[in-house]
């Protein structure tokens, strides 16, 4: 004989608190309404910045790399898409307390006369993915790899222009997965649901990359998405986007990662985005990463560095019999929407648990007992999760 068994669930909000101020007016420790992310941001402008474009693009030897449309010496070439001098590649040391020193060109290989774009590197640091575009035609920009000489440092060799690459559209924005699995980025190509869509798309081992994905229409809009960037448990993808009811120019978003889907995009809030163009978020070292924004700007972009922090939901309940009797030695296993293990625990005497779960996702409970059926139960941790599940006993046949 087995029974079923009815859940009694709770959940209670704990937010960490922040260590910076903010560049808005929110509150300390206080989250927006238009922050769905899961975090808290405190948000400070770097000290870095100058009256040109600064813009980040990846982590090289404990060194963050941007991308600058600033120059060395008076006199330079403007982009006429940007009026800014044409960029290049910089990078900057990082203190233990998270400042930055003054930009220094990356290489003298990689920048060139022409506009350097975004680069990302392979977990070895030993190969580079970067994006190029001539002054005749500013707005194309192509993907390019080199590799780093295995005896001579600093000498990057054998650049490749990647066969994703075309006179007809733009590839901007590589970011290689923490992984060296997947190569992220953005393109207007032919195909798409409109505007810049972001891609994945395989890498093999000698670097070369296979046919790209579109992401889907859950991240891609009709209109623009740029600036990929995953975490580095590959768990969360973080863009920017004109669409998904952005604040105005692009916002940058959130979405989990499952297996062979993406959640739907969460807004960051209004400690990160703002009513002009938010761009170019990543994670430098634990929840400490940088932005750019051109919100306190006329022209160009400055940096922004943040700290975030996360905000957890305690859930709670309690395992029982229809007859309302407890029932200890129960295996309560917490899922992902998408049907991955995220925790499990076994009740005590008491036939409680508690899970700590991030808001604004979707998860689920399933419930195992010797004897009884097991039950699963949809979980929304927007929802006040407050209820008393009663269900009947059920007779089958063992």
Not at 259 to 269: D, H, I, T, V
Not at 292 to 299: A, I, Q, R, V, W
């Amino acid at each position: 004989m087995k029974f079923t068994v009815h859940v009694l669930l709770s959940a209670a909000m704990l937010c960490t608190s922040a260590l910076f101020g903010k560049t808005d007016p929110i509150k300390k420790n206080e989250v927006d309404a238009l922050n769905k992310s899961g975090y808290a941001f405190t948000v400070n402008v770097s000290q870095i910045n100058s009256r040109y474009s600064e813009i980040p693009s990846a982590m090289f030897r404990d060194r963050l790399v941007i991308v600058s449309s600033k120059k060395i010496g008076a006199f330079s070439s403007k982009n006429p898409v940007t009026n800014e001098p044409f960029t290049d590649l910089f990078y900057l040391d990082i203190s233990e307390n998270g400042s930055f020193s003054q930009p220094l060109l990356f290489s003298s290989i990689l920048n060139t006369k022409a506009s350097e774009g975004q680069a990302s590197f392979s977990p070895d640091e030993r190969t580079v993915y970067y994006t190029r575009s001539s002054r005749k035609y500013p707005r194309i920009y192509k993907l390019y790899m080199t590799k780093l000489h295995e005896e001579i440092d600093g000498y990057w060799m054998d650049e490749t222009e990647l066969t994703i690459s075309s006179h007809f559209y733009s590839v901007e924005n590589p970011h290689v997965s923490a992984d060296g699995k997947y190569l992220y980025f953005s393109s207007n190509k032919h195909g798409g649901f409109g505007g810049f869509d972001i891609y994945r798309a395989k890498i093999n081992p000698d670097g070369s990359i296979e046919d790209a994905e579109n992401l889907g229409s859950t991240i891609n809009t009709e209109k623009d998405e740029k600036y990929p960037f995953t975490t580095s448990d590959n768990s969360e993808l973080y863009f920017s986007s004109k669409g998904h009811n952005s604040i105005g120019g692009y916002d940058i978003f959130i979405s989990s990662i499952y297996s062979k889907a993406y959640s739907s995009p969460r807004n960051l809030g209004q400690a990160i985005n703002s009513n002009k163009d938010d761009v170019g978020f990543m994670i430098i070292n634990g929840n400490r990463g940088v932005f750019s924004s051109n919100k306190d700007k006329e022209s160009g972009f400055n940096i922004y560095h943040f700290e975030a922090e996360a905000i957890y939901q305690e859930l709670n309940g309690i395992v029982m019999t229809s007859n309302e009797e407890v029932l200890p030695n129960s295996t309560v296993i917490l899922l992902n929407s998408a049907d991955q293990e995220i925790d499990r625990l076994t009740t005590d005497e008491t036939a409680t648990y508690n899970f700590r779960i991030m808001p604004f996702e979707d998860y689920k409970i399933l419930v195992k007992k010797e004897g009884y059926e097991e039950y699963v139960i949809n979980l929304n941790s927007k929802d006040r999760l407050k209820t008393i599940l009663k269900l009947s006993s059920k007779l089958t046949k063992l």
